[in-house]
């Protein structure tokens, strides 16, 4: 597998199974999130997210994600979320939500 960082403006093939060295792996038990699709990103309190794309990494797929509401040390780390200034998350730092849902 392709180890470099890629954008994907939709979803490749991919597999629920880690074990995999042949394709990429998605790491959640629900399906990938669309575009436009509420997230929460649950590693380091980063909070909802909206999903602007999609993204491979080291085996394994993630959605880009602009956070609506990032804490302060992200945004002194990442700056001001755009489209251009996505997070990249992969599927076991993340919950799907829907737009009814309160998160904390």
């Known amino acids: 597998m392709n180890n470099d960082f890629q954008r994907h403006e939709t979803v490749p093939p991919y597999t629920r199974n880690l074990a995999a060295t042949d394709q990429l792996k998605w790491s959640a ?7 436009g699709a509420d997230i929460l990103i649950r590693i380091n309190n980063i909070g909802r997210a909206k999903v602007v794309g999609y993204a491979t990494l080291d085996g ?5 994600s602009m956070p609506h509401e990032p804490p302060p040390w992200w945004v002194r780390q990442n ?3 755009s489209l251009e200034n996505s997070a990249l998350a992969f599927g076991a730092e993340i919950s799907p939500v829907t737009s009814k849902e309160k998160v904390p």
Not at 29 to 35: K, L, R
Not at 60 to 64: E, H, K, R, S, T
């Open 29 to 35: 038990e629900f399906e990938v999130p669309a575009i």
């Open 79 to 81: 700056g001001p979320p």
């Open 60 to 64: 394994y797929l993630g959605v880009m």
